[in-house]
């Protein structure tokens, strides 16, 4: 039998569900709960989309803190791990 690149006692079809993600929700909280501060791009450590978050806040009046808010949402709805993938080790700064 061929082997695929993994050892044949482990099993190829891993289940994540024990992945933890260490970012997540700290970063959920922070645009749903203070997204008009943007801490949720800084504690991301995006700090350019910070400053921009905060700049389109006070020239909206406030209105562009729907932006945080969709993304705390957003960001609760993924697993850990795609949360991860994307947004810590991808390095995707907006939604």
Do not use: H, R
Not at 35 to 47: D, Q, R
Not at 65 to 72: A, D, F, M, N, Q
Request: glycine share 8%.
């Amino acid at each position: 039998m061929e082997n695929f690149g993994y050892n044949q006692n482990e099993n190829p079809n891993k289940n994540f569900s024990n992945y933890k993600s260490e970012k997540k929700i700290p970063a959920a909280l922070l645009g749903i709960l203070v997204g008009w501060l943007a801490l949720n791009k800084f504690y991301l450590g995006y700090t350019k989309e910070g400053v921009i978050q905060l700049i389109a806040n006070v020239f909206t009046c406030g209105i562009a803190t729907i932006i945080p808010l969709v993304e705390g949402i957003l960001y609760l709805m993924m697993s850990d791990k795609d949360f991860d993938d994307t947004y810590v080790i991808g390095k995707k700064p907006w939604l």
